[in-house]
């Protein structure tokens, strides 16, 4: 074969540069690996070293200092003289407590308040974006694939843009997320903030319980005034409260999930709504009632088909449990809640997000205050449009708290009809109370759980007060799990602080709400 001037052949070159390419498959992956890596370690090295010059300065009150281009340009200077990142914001509270959000060379480095470490990962630089802080130092809800954020303009819910005022609990506005009909979901997750959402484009609507630790006020179930209960908020990243005594801290046991702990609740803003088949979460509709607790629970599961709902199949939506209802009942009365009494939902026809004219309203046919008017927003946990509504009244709500037999071994079913609900995969999904045969003496009110509002506030605003218990009825069986809430017709008895008992079996007043439970696992 012919040679060139350099005394190759062809085949020979052909070789080289067919070598030279296995090379640059092998080494150009290491260089850029070498290069992202570079990139990474550099910002959160100039990230620790601001954060280090952030807390020297004693502040007293809330600072924010920000970046962009690389030049700080915040009004109130920070004067760092190292590297700064292309943009940012990082924010000190008047606790002392450091949020930030760094965006640098196609990295984000991001902290919450409460979370200690840096957490930094490859991101547009459209999506490295400082969420909405409270100075409550709340981490950020959590939201999931197929939730929308929305905020009401006084009309309608529109997207929220999360950069900016998504939700306060210092002024009581809860962060509220909707699930949206497959056509327009991906319409809505892509527009602009402010974009109306057409009520009939909504399947769902919930509400944000963050993660939080209570100050215990009275384990031994002792009749008590209502009082306001003291919570802070709380993060998966720091040890759990384990309190025992009155005065200790306790982190609410419905933040955690079998063996997972997790950063905060998606409960259902309404009673569940719509058919069998396709559940939906709404107001103004009537409540799907007329079902035993162990179809409500396979009703509230159905939420999880990604395909109808846009939820992750792996999300575990659920029916709520007894300790989850005492989770939103004590940020209720909290300073973050109503603290005043949650109005009663007197709609005889079980319409949703429904008010009366007052805490104890005689029933009603119809609803003539909606929950977005004045008079109906008094049936919101929050006294404004972001709570949760049909807590008092309404129907009287099933939920999966249930009582153990004599032996406290097994789950007494009564006319529950559920199939093998003590093995280990049910575990997550119901509470499990002590075996006992009074419903409302003191002998009772121990066996409840802490956290789970029955014990620890029997008989707040004159609710009712009837544990479950095993004492065979009419049907021959017992009294066997929590109904919470009250129905429209229990008028003062009804209310968040409510609780009572039946046998598990379908009646037209029992209804239930889906709870979504939300950690760091996507």
């Known amino acids: 074969m012919k040679q060139n001037d350099l005394g190759f052949t062809f085949a020979d070159l052909l070789a080289i540069i067919f070598l030279l390419f296995i090379i640059s498959l092998v080494t150009v992956p290491k260089i850029l690996k070498t290069i992202n890596n570079y990139q990474q370690k550099s910002l959160l090295n100039k990230t620790n070293k601001i954060i280090k010059k952030v807390e020297e300065i004693n502040n007293k009150e809330k600072v924010i200092y920000t970046y962009s281009d690389k030049k700080e340009t915040s009004i109130n200077k920070l004067n760092y003289k190292g590297s700064k990142p292309d943009n940012g914001t990082i924010i000190i509270n008047k606790e002392g407590n450091i ?39 709340t ?36 962060a509220n997320a909707v699930l949206i009909t497959e056509l327009l979901r991906d319409f809505y997750r ?22 939080y630790k209570y100050k215990l006020f009275n384990v031994n179930s002792l009749s008590t005034n209502v009082n306001e209960i003291e919570i802070e908020f709380d993060s998966i990243n720091k040890p759990k409260s ?34 069998r088949s396709k559940p ?10 007329y079902q035993n607790i162990s179809s409500q629970f396979t009703i509230a599961k159905n939420f999880n088909n990604q395909k109808q709902y846009g939820l992750n199949t792996k999300s575990n939506t659920h029916m709520m ?16 809640g109503k603290t005043s009494e949650v109005w009663v939902n007197p709609s005889r026809d079980f319409i949703t997000g429904c008010a009366g004219t007052s805490a104890s309203s005689p029933l009603i046919p119809d609803c003539p205050n909606p929950y977005t008017t004045e008079n109906g927003q008094q049936a919101s946990t929050t006294g404004n449009i972001y709570g949760i509504y049909d807590m008092s009244g309404g129907t009287a709500e099933y939920v999966m708290g249930g009582i153990y037999d004599e032996n ?57 007060a009837n544990f479950i218990m095993d004492e065979p009825i009419w049907n021959g069986y017992g009294f066997y799990w929590f109904i919470r809430g009250g129905y429209y017709n229990d008028k003062e008895t009804a209310g968040i602080f409510s609780f009572s008992h039946q046998d598990g079996a379908a009646y037209n007043y029992n209804g239930f709400r889906v709870v979504l439970p939300s950690s760091n696992k996507k």
Not at 193 to 201: A, K, R, S, V
Request: glycine share 8%; net charge negative; with cysteine.
């Open 99 to 137: 949020a930030l959000t760094f965006y640098d060379n196609n990295y984000c480095a991001e902290k919450s308040y409460l979370n200690k470490e840096i957490v930094v990962t490859k991101k547009d630089k459209e999506h490295c974006v400082m969420p909405y802080l409270d100075d409550s130092g």
């Open 139 to 174: 981490d950020k809800p959590d939201l999931k694939e197929g939730m929308i954020p929305v905020i009401f303009n006084g009309t309608d819910w529109v997207t929220a843009d999360i950069s900016k005022k998504w939700y306060d609990y210092e002024t009581k506005e809860w």
């Open 190 to 211: 892509k527009s602009e903030p402010g974009t109306t959402i057409h009520e009939l484009d909504i399947l769902a609507y919930f509400v944000w319980i963050p993660r």
């Open 242 to 275: 384990n309190g025992i005594n009155n005065g200790e801290w306790l982190t609410h046991p419905a933040f955690t999930f079998g063996e997972e702990e997790l950063n905060g609740l998606w409960v259902g803003k309404f009673e569940t709504t719509g058919t």
């Open 280 to 289: 939906t979460i709404k107001p103004n509709f009537p409540a799907l009632a």
């Open 321 to 336: 449990k007894n300790t989850e209802w005492g989770a939103v009942a004590y940020l209720t009365n909290s300073k973050y």
């Open 408 to 464: 406290n071994q097994n789950i007494k079913l009564g006319l529950a009809s559920f199939d093998n609900i003590d093995n280990a995969n049910m575990n997550n999904y119901i509470d499990k109370y002590q075996y006992g045969t009074s419903s409302n003496n003191q002998t009772a009110y121990d066996r409840r759980i802490l956290g789970d509002a029955t014990g620890e506030t029997r008989g707040w605003n004159n609710d009712g």
